[in-house]
């Protein structure tokens, strides 16, 4: 037959183990609440930063489409002063009717292939 200071160490080692659970269970659910609460964090950040990272794509689109637009501007201009510099000089000699000549083919030519351009 067991003594009672036997069975006072059995109780009590029962007892010290169901502490000992209870502890862990409840370490066990906070580090499951820590990690929800940091899944849920990392989502929200990664939504955030993927939200950033599209309007950066939409603007660098947006820089492309108006580098091309001040090219064509440029070249646009080019033609322009070719053929004021024709008009002018043929004011000036009254005579350069050839130069004038071969600067309406150019512009004509310059215009087709720039609306064949815009078209693409």
Do not use: C
Request: glycine share 4%.
């Amino acid at each position: 037959m067991p003594s009672v200071e036997s069975s006072k160490f059995i109780l009590s080692w029962e007892f010290i183990l169901q502490v000992i659970a209870m502890i862990l269970a409840i370490a066990a659910g906070i580090v499951s609440v820590s990690k929800a609460v940091e899944a849920i964090t990392k989502m929200s950040v990664r939504k955030k930063v993927n939200s950033l990272e599209d309007r950066m794509n939409k603007v660098e689109d947006r820089l492309k489409q108006g580098d091309k637009r001040f090219e064509a501007q440029s070249d646009d201009l080019g033609q322009v002063l070719i053929s004021m510099h024709a008009i002018v000089m043929h004011m000036i000699s009254g005579n350069d009717k050839d130069k004038l000549q071969a600067t309406e083919k150019e512009m004509t030519e310059y215009m087709a292939k720039r609306k064949t351009k815009q078209e693409v």
